[in-house]
């Protein structure tokens, strides 16, 4: 769906086209590159076909579909992923991804890091590209922290080695802090939290101690909380409000 809106923010800068509607919260990438090669974007008034165009924004008049584009007014949600489900716009397996659940109505948005399918809990979304990418930046260090049941006793000891890091098929793994709730025999509940999001880090990092994850449930990303929002649901956060609670003007 092709949203209009506000005045860019944007200063006049050079972008590739489909760069440039990803970036305004128009469209993913890869759905901004389809639709350039079908022909239905037009860049002062002239059809272009190659993703790899280069627009001046906002000196350069963009359409899609002959109804000219702007800025999309920045928005952002907390939502509670279902397990079960995927992080992505479409899925070529047809899996059900997380916007079967979203109403189609909130316009194009994108996930703030990823929740794997088994994975339940807090995902952010949004359609603004530099919120996205400060919360994601390690640089930042921007704590998510996780509910996380495993197979066996975990000690504290191996807690210590998690903090500690492991080395996995060449890439490092580690947890900021790890806390143990409950520990017995059978199984273990602790809380996580990790300043990286590497690919499924928590999984490989407590297979490689010899604990098999079982549950795994994130409930807070930087200031940002589940709280008791249930599963599928959503609650959206004025932009205003979200720059100000990790402090980015």
Request: aromatic fraction near 6%; hydrophobic fraction near 40%.
């Amino acid at each position: 769906m092709v949203q209009m809106a506000q005045k860019s923010s944007i200063s006049s800068k050079r972008f590739t086209v489909d760069r440039l509607l990803s970036k305004l919260g128009v469209a993913s990438r890869s759905v901004s590159q389809e639709w350039v090669r079908a022909g239905r974007v037009r860049i002062n008034g002239r059809v272009v076909q190659d993703p790899a165009t280069w627009v001046l924004w906002p000196k350069d008049a963009i359409a899609v579909d002959d109804k000219p584009i702007q800025d999309s007014a920045k928005r952002f949600f907390l939502f509670h992923k279902p397990k079960g489900v995927i992080t992505t716009h479409s899925d070529e397996k047809g899996r059900k991804t997380i916007f079967d659940v979203l109403p189609a109505d909130l316009g194009y948005l994108h996930a703030v890091g990823r929740l794997d399918q088994a994975t339940s809990g807090l995902l952010l979304l949004t359609n603004d590209s530099t919120l996205s990418s400060y919360l994601t930046d390690p640089a930042h260090k921007v704590m998510r922290t996780y509910l996380v049941s495993v197979r066996g006793e975990f000690t504290e000891a191996q807690a210590t080695e998690a903090v500690a890091g492991v080395v996995e098929e060449g890439e490092r793994l580690q947890c900021h802090t790890v806390k143990i709730q409950k520990s017995s025999g059978r199984e273990s509940h602790l809380e996580v939290v990790l300043v990286q999001g590497k690919n499924r880090e928590i999984r490989r990092l407590f297979m490689a101690l010899g604990h098999e994850v079982t549950r795994l449930r994130r409930i807070q990303y930087g200031p940002f909380k589940l709280d008791e929002l249930p599963p599928g649901a959503w609650r959206e956060i004025p932009i205003a409000d979200v720059r100000k609670a990790i402090r980015l003007p």
